[in-house]
């Protein structure tokens, strides 16, 4: 084993013993149903904030902290019980780079509060119907990071 595999090892060993660095390793690779929505509300931006450089990325990486509210319509049609997993590890992962300051206080709270209303609908607890209630109070909460449809 060369010099360069055996650093590899090093860092996977580090990262795999680390709960902080599993919680966030854990959501970058996105949901096992291949909710494409999930992944690029989620997943997209974890990588980002986590350090994936958007020129050299082999996968979806979102820039911008706003979130246009009709993608989290989608989420709230789309998710299902098998994302339930994939969104329990988001909530870990935004709360592992809390703790590392990579992420905005604002941002990090709106995320938690989509994923937990998106739970809420994959566990049946709430309706669709009320998730979007809900999420149109959080556009209210999250002004500025939760953008609206423009009518024109």
Request: glycine share 2%; net charge positive.
């Amino acid at each position: 084993m060369g010099l360069r595999n055996k650093l590899k090892v090093w860092m996977l060993r580090k990262v795999i013993n680390d709960q902080t660095l599993y919680d966030i390793i854990s959501a970058i690779r996105g949901c096992d149903s291949y909710n494409t929505v999930l992944k690029y509300l989620f997943t997209a931006r974890i990588r980002c904030l986590a350090g994936m450089n958007i020129d050299d990325a082999f996968a979806d990486v979102r820039v911008d902290k706003e979130i246009k509210l009709w993608m989290i319509y989608r989420a709230v049609e789309s998710v299902s019980e098998a994302d339930i997993h994939y969104l329990e590890h988001i909530t870990y992962a935004i709360n592992a780079l809390r703790r590392l300051k990579l992420i905005d206080e604002k941002e990090a709270d709106m995320l938690n509060a989509i994923a937990t209303i998106l739970i809420d609908v994959a566990k049946r607890a709430i309706d669709r119907d009320t998730a979007r209630k809900k999420i149109e109070e959080l556009t209210k909460k999250y002004k500025g990071l939760i953008k609206p449809r423009i009518m024109v």
